[in-house]
């Protein structure tokens, strides 16, 4: 259903697993940064009432998925660190038409949104399947299902309102650049390292 061109090679958790607390502040942030990228695309695109709608439950969303990860990190007597830099992201976002119309950097923005909520669903089944951890393994499958929803959200959007452009096309462009981009990640306890 994602169609990555490259999986996350399953050592990955246990690399996640040596810092549990560093795996989930920079989660939180990652669900906090989600939920503001929803609110961006609502400021630059408020005309769309549909999409409007759909993105602030989206954003509402993500925002509860942050006080979820917060929970689990005090509940464990974690504290939740500084705000880290996705490296992973900002290497997408230079996929991004920055000069184009405003349809194509509105398709863009969707289309590097449903990316990175493809490459968290992704490691959200990996870490499901492969924590030793039962608390977080149950709550990174239930994460799961909830980015894939995002993801077709973002998709849907992307295919909706971008008439003028070849969407799918574009979509496939992002997966070999992503593909390319991911080659270097896979190595540190963060969702996207």
Same mark, same amino acid.
């Given at each position: 259903?994602?169609?990555?061109?490259?999986?996350?090679?399953?050592?990955?958790? @246990?690399?996640?697993?040596?810092?549990?607390?560093? %795996?989930? &502040?920079?989660?939180?942030?990652?669900?906090?940064?989600?939920? &503001?990228?929803?609110? $961006?695309? %609502?400021?630059?695109?408020?005309?769309?009432?549909?999409?409007? &709608?759909?993105?602030?439950?989206?954003?509402?969303?993500? /925002?509860?998925?942050?006080?979820?990860?917060?929970?689990? %990190?005090?509940?464990?007597?974690?504290?939740?660190?500084?705000?880290?830099?996705?490296?992973?992201?900002?290497? /997408?976002?230079?996929?991004?038409?920055?000069?184009?119309?405003?349809?194509?950097?509105?398709?863009?923005? /969707?289309?590097?949104?449903?990316?990175?909520?493809?490459?968290?669903?992704?490691?959200?089944?990996?870490?499901?399947?492969?924590?030793?951890?039962?608390?977080?393994?149950?709550?990174?499958?239930?994460?799961?299902?909830?980015?894939?929803?995002?993801? $077709?959200?973002?998709?849907?959007?992307?295919?909706?309102?971008?008439?003028?452009?070849?969407? @799918?096309?574009?979509?496939?462009?992002?997966?070999?650049?992503?593909?390319?981009?991911?080659?270097?990640?896979?190595?540190?306890? &963060?969702?996207?390292?």
């Amino acid at each position: 259903m994602l169609g990555l061109k490259l999986a996350t090679d399953p050592r990955w958790v @246990d690399i996640v697993e040596t810092n549990i607390e560093e %795996i989930l &502040t920079d989660h939180a942030w990652c669900e906090q940064k989600a939920a &503001t990228n929803a609110i $961006t695309i %609502i400021t630059l695109n408020s005309e769309h009432e549909d999409l409007v &709608t759909e993105l602030l439950a989206l954003a509402k969303e993500e /925002l509860e998925h942050f006080q979820m990860v917060h929970d689990i %990190i005090k509940k464990r007597g974690y504290t939740l660190g500084r705000e880290r830099k996705d490296s992973y992201v900002n290497e /997408l976002y230079k996929f991004m038409n920055k000069g184009g119309s405003r349809v194509q950097s509105m398709v863009d923005r /969707l289309l590097f949104s449903a990316m990175i909520e493809a490459r968290s669903c992704e490691r959200f089944k990996l870490l499901s399947q492969k924590i030793k951890d039962p608390e977080l393994s149950k709550f990174y499958h239930e994460l799961m299902i909830s980015e894939a929803g995002h993801y $077709t959200t973002f998709i849907g959007f992307a295919r909706q309102y971008g008439q003028d452009v070849d969407v @799918d096309k574009r979509w496939k462009e992002l997966i070999e650049f992503e593909g390319e981009v991911i080659k270097s990640y896979g190595k540190e306890e &963060t969702m996207h390292g």
